[in-house]
């Protein structure tokens, strides 16, 4: 027994002070890119979609000019949509940061479907445009798509939402919880449902103007508040101007 046990013991010994060097000579686990890499402290997050938004409540926000926007549209007047920056403060924050950069001024309406919604906010009038901001994180929340609510534009992938918004004619509670409802029309929708219709409408209404009420911006003078007329067509040819001698010169 004892010509067993002293053997076990000295290989178990052996083995223990070897253990250290092993852990010495073991190659690093750690990816090398990123090993390699100084260590730095963490940049600021320019996505606002990534930042922490403060919580605010309905009393905070309702009413408040500062979470009110005003749409000055092309067919007569001023539309007023209150955010709600309780459900999506991020995508209010854009809007709002749009807005007082100008962005919003002059974009037109290219996508109007009658009883459904009207799209703005691409100032290349395709549906293919968009700011130079990155595209903010899906805010999707209980808000229903009632008529005025006031929706932000995506492409397939959630989280593709930049500056094109639109603005519910109807209900379509489809939409629920898959696009970012983040206010809703208070007054003015009269001039929501004068846009013209189309995709692509044949002559679009714009937002001549877009500000943050806060800001107090007048709305601008009713000669700008005016459609873009339709171009002219071609005259007809009647049986007569056929049959006209022709002049020589």
Same mark, same amino acid.
């Given at each position: 027994?004892?010509?067993?046990?002293?053997? @076990?013991?000295?290989?178990? &010994?052996?083995?223990?002070?070897?253990?250290?060097? @092993?852990?010495?000579?073991? %190659?690093?686990?750690?990816?090398?890119?990123? !090993?390699?890499?100084?260590?730095?402290?963490?940049?600021?997050?320019?996505?606002?979609?990534?930042?922490?938004?403060?919580?605010?409540?309905?009393? *905070? +926000? &309702?009413?408040?000019?500062?979470?009110? &926007?005003?749409?000055?549209?092309?067919?007569?007047?001023? #539309?007023?949509?209150?955010? +709600?920056?309780?459900?999506?403060?991020?995508?209010?924050?854009?809007? /709002?940061?749009?807005?007082?950069?100008?962005?919003?001024?002059? #974009?037109?309406?290219?996508?109007? $479907?009658?009883?459904?919604? !009207? *799209?703005?906010?691409? =100032?290349?009038?395709?549906? *293919?445009?968009?700011?130079?901001?990155?595209?903010? /994180?899906?805010?999707?929340?209980?808000?229903?798509?009632?008529?005025?609510?006031?929706?932000?534009?995506?492409?397939?992938?959630?989280?593709?939402?930049?500056?094109?918004?639109? $603005?519910? &004619?109807?209900?379509?509670?489809?939409?629920?919880?898959? +696009?970012?409802?983040?206010?809703?029309?208070?007054?003015?929708? *009269?001039?929501?449902?004068?846009?013209?219709?189309?995709? %692509?409408?044949?002559?679009?209404?714009?937002?001549?103007?877009?500000?943050?009420?806060?800001?107090?911006?007048?709305? =601008?003078?009713?000669? @700008?508040?005016?459609?873009?007329?339709?171009?002219? =067509?071609?005259?007809? $040819?009647?049986?007569?101007?056929?049959? !006209? =001698? $022709?002049?020589?010169?």
């Amino acid at each position: 027994m004892k010509m067993i046990i002293r053997p @076990m013991v000295l290989t178990a &010994l052996a083995f223990g002070l070897a253990l250290p060097a @092993m852990a010495q000579e073991a %190659p690093a686990t750690t990816d090398p890119v990123a !090993a390699a890499a100084p260590a730095t402290e963490a940049a600021p997050a320019t996505d606002t979609a990534t930042e922490a938004a403060p919580t605010i409540k309905p009393e *905070q +926000y &309702l009413g408040n000019p500062e979470y009110m &926007l005003n749409l000055d549209l092309s067919t007569g007047g001023r #539309v007023v949509v209150q955010l +709600y920056p309780d459900v999506a403060p991020h995508h209010v924050e854009r809007v /709002k940061q749009l807005a007082r950069a100008g962005f919003y001024d002059g #974009v037109k309406f290219h996508r109007v $479907i009658d009883g459904f919604m !009207a *799209q703005t906010g691409d =100032p290349t009038a395709t549906g *293919q445009g968009g700011s130079e901001l990155p595209d903010l /994180k899906a805010e999707f929340n209980d808000t229903p798509h009632l008529r005025g609510t006031v929706s932000m534009a995506r492409a397939q992938s959630p989280d593709s939402a930049n500056s094109q918004f639109f $603005i519910m &004619l109807q209900p379509r509670f489809s939409l629920d919880h898959n +696009y970012t409802a983040f206010g809703r029309v208070v007054s003015g929708m *009269q001039f929501v449902d004068a846009v013209h219709k189309g995709e %692509p409408p044949a002559v679009m209404s714009r937002m001549v103007q877009v500000s943050v009420a806060a800001d107090n911006k007048p709305m =601008p003078p009713a000669s @700008m508040l005016t459609e873009d007329q339709p171009a002219k =067509p071609a005259t007809d $040819i009647t049986a007569d101007q056929l049959n !006209a =001698p $022709i002049i020589q010169r």
